[in-house]
């Protein structure tokens, strides 16, 4: 390699780094907006998220609140009258009880879910009526306990299930509720 060879390729090289250089500063420019957009969208999901969970309480305490008033007013399910009926009651550390009834001889614990489904029937047969069960027997030995769920919407076959799992069903008709057990159906007392 002769000298001009080696001086044209020192020069090469040189505005080959400058080259390289600029497009790094470019390149980190490119990174720093991509990161800007980032957070930024970071944070439009936060907001999204927080505004799904508003709506979806707000939903959540308006079905609560549709069962808990029709509840508080009839004062009766089935044919048992109850003389209190009172709604986010705590029996034991972090369990709360969604609607409660009471008279002189029974209880009636009310789950309510928005969409009933059988892994919740399985969950609330199996793990918190065991602490419920503990809780009441306790406060209210001498009491009869009745178990019911109220859903806005269930299938017929969660219906059926539920029923099989000796709970009482209820669900909304129009502006109403309606249990869905048959006069005829044979509950367990707990």
């Known amino acids: 390699m002769t000298d001009q060879e080696l001086k044209d390729l020192v020069a ?10 600029k497009q790094i500063k470019e390149l980190w420019v490119k990174f720093a907006d991509t990161d800007k957009k980032f957070l930024e969208t970071r944070e439009q999901i936060k907001e999204l998220w927080r505004r799904f969970w508003d709506f979806w309480n707000t939903r959540w305490e308006e079905v609560e609140n549709f069962f808990y008033r029709y509840l508080y007013n009839k004062k009766r399910l089935w044919n048992i009258r109850f003389d209190n009926v009172e709604r986010n009651m705590y029996s034991l550390k972090d369990q709360e009880h969604d609607i409660i009834m009471i008279n002189g001889k029974a209880s009636a614990l009310i789950s309510v879910k928005y969409k009933l489904n059988k892994e919740y029937v399985d969950d609330f047969v199996n793990r918190e009526m065991e602490k419920i069960k503990y809780f009441f027997g306790k406060l209210w030995s001498h009491h009869k306990l009745y178990w019911w769920v109220a859903s806005y919407i269930i299938d017929k076959e969660t219906e059926n299930y539920a029923k099989e799992q000796w709970l009482f069903v209820i669900t909304r008709s129009w502006d109403n509720t309606v249990v869905l057990n048959e006069e005829w159906f044979l509950w367990k007392e707990f």
């Open 12 to 21: 090469s090289l040189a505005i080959s780094q400058v080259e390289t250089d």
